[in-house]
């Protein structure tokens, strides 16, 4: 795996943008995935924090992300696709290419698979119009498209040039899906790959998402063997660390960027590249 790809997610940690970037940069990651959080800071110019993230040598490998697009009214569509936009021009000032779209994880789905696939392909041209891929994240408690497997064929279905798959292994691991069907997805349609471990608990499934991810290594479940499955495919997009954990936030950036980067070094050898 090339080291270029490893990315690093901003929301992995705390702190002021420019802060946050050079803990990023520091630890030797090529790319992070951003929030439009990180450009609208509350008593922060965004015209500067703009200007700073184009001048930076880490570039923007995702932006983060729409939500419930598929099986929504028709009037929460709308609204989807009109945020899709506003996210894909805040994308063009940064120099962003990629926008993750998280499948729906509402009560009321409308479990209309023609319906889904037409979505998706609506944000697929959307998409294309702008030059921009959409990455499409099936969420593991959701109540309809929660699992790699189940969104592969949405987006397989949408046959769209635009939109691509997200494999994130925090949402691959907690509801315990099978590794081997990851082999069967084509590398080019994986449009980004995250990484997280767990520790073994008992916790709600959103609870251990959100505040105890850890870094590859330092929990229980198989990242190697995803890894390989992934490598397999001929993937060759983002390494992204994913790390939502609450002692991270309130750690200093420049040690969880290290901590970051030794999990990555780790599970992919001294030399990643070999």
């Not at 969420?139 to 929660?146: E, F, H, K, L, P």
């Not at 349609?189 to 499934?205: C, G, N, Q």
């Amino acid at each position: 795996m090339n080291p270029h790809s490893f990315s690093f997610n901003s929301a992995n940690m705390t702190g002021l943008t420019a802060d946050r970037l050079t803990a990023i940069e520091e630890a030797g990651f090529a790319s992070a995935t951003l929030w439009p959080a990180d450009l609208f800071v509350h008593f922060e110019d965004p015209e500067a924090i703009i200007a700073l993230i184009r001048s930076s040598a880490v570039a923007v490998s995702a932006y983060q992300c729409v939500r419930d697009l598929e099986g929504s009214p028709a009037i929460v569509r709308g609204r989807k696709m009109e945020l899709a936009r506003q996210f894909i021009d805040q994308m063009k000032l940064i120099g962003c290419d990629m926008l993750v779209l998280c499948s729906n994880v509402g009560d009321n789905v409308d479990r209309n698979w023609a319906q889904a696939v037409a979505d998706l392909q609506a944000i697929g041209e959307l998409g294309r119009a702008n030059s921009v891929r959409i990455a499409f994240e099936p969420i593991c408690y959701g109540s309809w498209i929660n699992t790699y497997v189940k969104g592969w064929e949405l987006v397989r279905d949408a046959d769209h040039s635009h939109v691509g798959l997200v494999l994130d292994a925090a949402h691959i691991f907690l509801p315990e899906s099978p590794l081997e069907p990851i082999e069967q997805i084509p590398g080019h349609k994986i449009f980004l790959v995250e990484l997280s471990d767990f520790p073994t608990a008992s916790l709600d499934k959103r609870e251990l998402l959100r505040n105890y991810r850890m870094f590859p290594g330092e929990g229980v479940r198989p990242l190697r063997a995803f890894v390989d499955r992934v490598e397999a495919t001929g993937y060759a997009g983002p390494i992204s660390l994913e790390v939502f954990n609450a002692r991270y936030r309130a750690s200093d950036a420049r040690f969880v960027a290290r901590r970051g980067m030794q999990a990555l070094e780790a599970l992919f050898g001294s030399n990643p590249a070999g």
